[in-house]
């Protein structure tokens, strides 16, 4: 809904996701999501920066050095949060492989979507399941989403000028208003600045 409001504005956009938005990335998050093996967590950290360090370099930079806009489902953040806080690994190991991965390259804004985790976990047991396959993340505790949300929070407390979070309570519609009352205050502050 974001990308189609930027391009309705004469916006050019570079709509993508992680994992797997390469050719590449798309054999990683098979192997990573679909794998019925136990994948040990230093493993998960190194593919998900494996996934990052392709994405960064084959879609995310040369957007940026076309003037486009990039509209990413997920980034180095959700490392933080998922690896870092989820399953435990040290501020300092996630955020080396980050810096390898991303080469520094950081959004200038970022929206975290908040909700509850029992909200979450309702919405992901009745979502459409039509195009999607159940995954390894899916089948996480709520002890382990609980570490994954706080961390994000965290992030906003630490980066509350990138870092904006959503109430993402309410319809698909109400929640689409409030992300693009954000993202326009963010783009016309961006095109004002110096």
């Known amino acids: ?3 189609e409001s930027l391009q309705s504005k004469g916006i050019d956009v570079l709509a993508t996701f992680e994992p797997g938005d390469t050719p590449l990335g798309r054999s990683l998050r098979k192997a990573f999501l679909e794998s019925e093996e136990t994948v040990v967590p230093m493993a998960e950290l190194l593919l998900f920066g494996a996934d990052r360090a392709q994405h960064v370099e084959y879609l995310i930079k040369p957007a940026l050095e076309a003037g486009k806009v990039v ?3 997920r980034y180095a953040d959700a490392t933080f949060a998922y690896q870092g806080a989820g399953r435990g690994f040290d501020e300092r190991t996630v955020m080396q492989v980050i810096e390898l ?3 520094g390259l950081e959004p200038d804004l970022t929206l975290f ?4 985790i029992e909200t979450a976990t309702k919405r992901m047991s009745t979502r459409d399941r039509t195009n999607t396959i159940e995954n390894r993340m899916d089948r996480e505790t709520s002890e382990f989403y609980t570490r994954v949300r706080d961390a994000y929070l965290d992030i906003a407390r630490r980066e509350p000028e990138r870092f904006k979070i959503i109430d993402a309570n309410g319809t698909a519609d109400e929640i689409h208003l409030r992300v693009i009352n954000i993202v326009t205050e963010f783009l016309e502050r961006a095109q004002h600045a110096p």
Do not use: H, K, P, W
């Open 1 to 3: 809904m974001l990308v």
């Open 71 to 73: 509209v990413s489902d």
């Open 101 to 103: 991965a991303t080469g």
């Open 113 to 116: 979507f908040n909700i509850t």
